[in-house]
């Protein structure tokens, strides 16, 4: 039997999905409807047992008609053909009875295993098969560039790791640089919603300096209100006394001179004496720049800012920003490190650093971000896409529409 059911039988079965995320969480649909957004619960049973599920929201288009999305979903078991097709077909009556043009899915389902570097692993996850088989039941398969959520992403297992397993796991580079960060004294604070202003303006200046849109205050704050007093969401935000960290470097340059006075004056002493010799003139410097910018920022500055989602069994590292001034600092790195840490003393199972381009040429703009994540040395993940399936002839006219709109 197929129809709506209640947020809280949606809820308890999406509870025990392997496929949940946040993104099907009935929070989202909350968070839709106040873009403009109708939701819905639809349900499957049989023999009085949900065997497949989803939340769907529709928001209306041209000609009176609706464009239906069910995000991360459908849930359900994906190796059950039958199921996928009868689940498929009630969906489509539902739409088309509620002038739906299309319906939209894009499961949180894993293509292809792969490695840390993209590499597919012999014997490992292996769901090619779903992409032909939904295609043949009407599916239109959504290219890359016009998905609604990420598609490829960069994750870690954390289940049954301890802080040092994973600190001793990550490249020597990224480890070297998160332990230079806790040196210099950089604290990472959890903001209060009160306090999201200062996480806006760092994302602001971030999208102002690559080109990306921002989401408004308003969403950061809706966020928080939804999953905080579930406590599955974190504002983190790293934060450095420059008095502080000036006293830190003048206490480094001293011990450094006094070793340097310590050594004889013996000619073989001479190449520890240069190299003590660049290390105080490394610090000055350092102690100069600080100095400048306590003057120009006052004590206290704000280095970068991180969200993240917590619904078990993940961590998901959603979004962040950095000054481009401070990223010397890589205040990053230290965020990352305080929530790996969260992941592993909370007992999830992974932590998903999200979002990468699927393009791993060195040369592509968004290298970079690939390239930090892998320090940590994880794994590529690739979902399967994002699909819609046509329940009218408007359908055709929207995408005519779009190309023509290109």
Known sequence: MFGEIKEEEYR?????????????SPEIGVLREK??????????????????????????SHFGKYDFYAPRGFLLDYN???????????????????????????????NVERDTNAKIVDGGKDNRWLDSYLEKLGYKK?????????????????????????????????????????KNGIEIDE????????????????????GFNVRNLKYYENMYDLYKPKD????????????????GLEKSKKEAEEKKNALGPAKYNDGKRKSFDNEIASIEKRINSAKELKKKHGDIINLSGSMFILTKPEVIYLSSGNY????????????????????????????????????????????GIYEFKTGFNGYVEELIGEYAYPTSFVYYIMKLIHKIRK
Request: glycine share 4%; proline share 2%; net charge positive.
């Open 12 to 24: 308890k079965y999406w509870g025990k999905s392997p496929y949940k995320t946040f993104l099907s």
């Open 35 to 60: 873009e403009g957004w109708q939701k819905y619960f639809l349900g499957l049973k049989k023999n009085n047992e949900l065997k497949a599920a989803t939340m769907i929201v529709a928001r209306k």
């Open 80 to 110: 059950d053909k039958d199921l996928i097709k009868e689940f498929t077909d009630d969906v489509k009556k539902f739409v088309k009875g509620h002038k739906g043009y299309e319906f939209r899915i894009d499961p949180y389902v894993v």
């Open 142 to 182: 959504i290219s890359k560039e016009e998905t609604e959520q990420v598609i490829w992403m960069y994750a870690l297992d954390t289940k049954d790791k301890s802080e040092d397993d994973m600190m001793k796991n990550m490249k020597p580079n990224t480890r070297n640089t998160i332990r230079k960060a806790l």
């Open 191 to 210: 903001l209060r919603k009160e306090d999201l202003g200062e996480f806006f303006k760092i994302m602001e200046e971030t999208g102002k300096r690559k």
């Open 232 to 247: 599955q969401i974190k504002f983190l935000i790293a934060r450095l006394s420059l008095k502080d960290y000036i006293k």
């Open 324 to 367: 481009d001034e401070f990223m010397n600092f890589n205040a990053q790195y230290l965020i990352q490190w305080e929530m790996i840490k969260y992941a592993v003393n909370n007992k999830y199972d992974r932590y998903n650093f999200y979002g990468i381009s699927g393009n791993f040429d060195k040369n592509d703009k968004d290298y």
